[in-house]
């Protein structure tokens, strides 16, 4: 077994219950393969992404997408946490992820965090399907971002997202963040956040 072998297979969620393959597969890597992601695949993922359900269909997300080697992809970086710059310059694609504030009356739209996150579980699934790999990132400088990329008001930059084909080599990053990419994946079990019935303090 090659070392890639071995790190997949511990990535692999350990489920309680048995859920679709691909999103037992998904995970987060922060090193990634050189393979280029080409414009038919990029829409490829926003396709999956625009048939995604959202509130009134007002389907407030944007993306802004950028490639590695333009000058587009170091002002994403230039925006980016010094801990994320560490690793995220591997992905061949980065892309900042924006809703809109506001439905057509002007009201706060409420939902519109909801609506982007669920077009972005559709893109994660599409990805997976593809072989790909997105490690969605918060710690970005927002208000930079909106600046640096011009963004107009009513319009809420949310995160930056590194994609690229799975396949990287952990021995890139820097030893911490190696030990990281190695650990298998934990979540907490379905008795702390589904209730029956009830709300169930903890
Ligand atoms: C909204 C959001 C923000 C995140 N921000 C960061 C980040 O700034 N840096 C980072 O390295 N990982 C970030 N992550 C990745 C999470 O740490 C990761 O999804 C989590 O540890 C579970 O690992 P898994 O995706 O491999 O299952 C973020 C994930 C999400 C969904």
């Not at 997105?134 to 600046?147: C, F, L, P, V, Y």
Request: aromatic letters at 12%.
């Amino acid at each position: 077994m090659t070392e890639k072998e071995a790190l997949q297979l511990d990535k692999k969620a350990k489920t309680a219950y048995q859920i679709f393959p691909l999103l037992q597969m998904r995970w987060s890597p922060r090193t990634f393969d050189e393979r280029e992601i080409t414009k038919k695949e990029l829409n490829q993922l926003f396709e999956a992404a625009r048939w995604a359900a959202s509130s009134y269909n007002r389907q407030p997300w944007r993306f802004i997408y950028a490639e590695k080697g333009t000058e587009s992809y170091d002002r994403v970086v230039s925006c980016l946490s010094d801990f994320n710059k560490q690793w995220a310059t591997t992905a061949p694609i980065l892309l900042l992820t924006a809703y809109k504030e506001k439905t057509e009356n002007g009201d706060e739209n409420f939902h519109a965090l909801h609506d982007l996150g669920l077009s972005l579980g559709n893109m994660s699934v599409q990805a997976e399907h593809m072989g790909i790999a997105m490690h969605h990132m918060a710690g970005i400088d927002w208000k930079k971002a909106q600046e640096v990329f011009e963004v107009p008001e009513g319009f809420h930059i949310t995160t930056a997202i590194a994609i690229g084909y799975y396949g990287g080599n952990p021995d890139s990053l820097p030893e911490d963040l190696k030990q990281q990419e190695m650990q298998p994946r934990s979540r907490n079990p379905i008795t702390d956040f589904a209730f029956e019935g009830t709300w169930k303090s903890d």
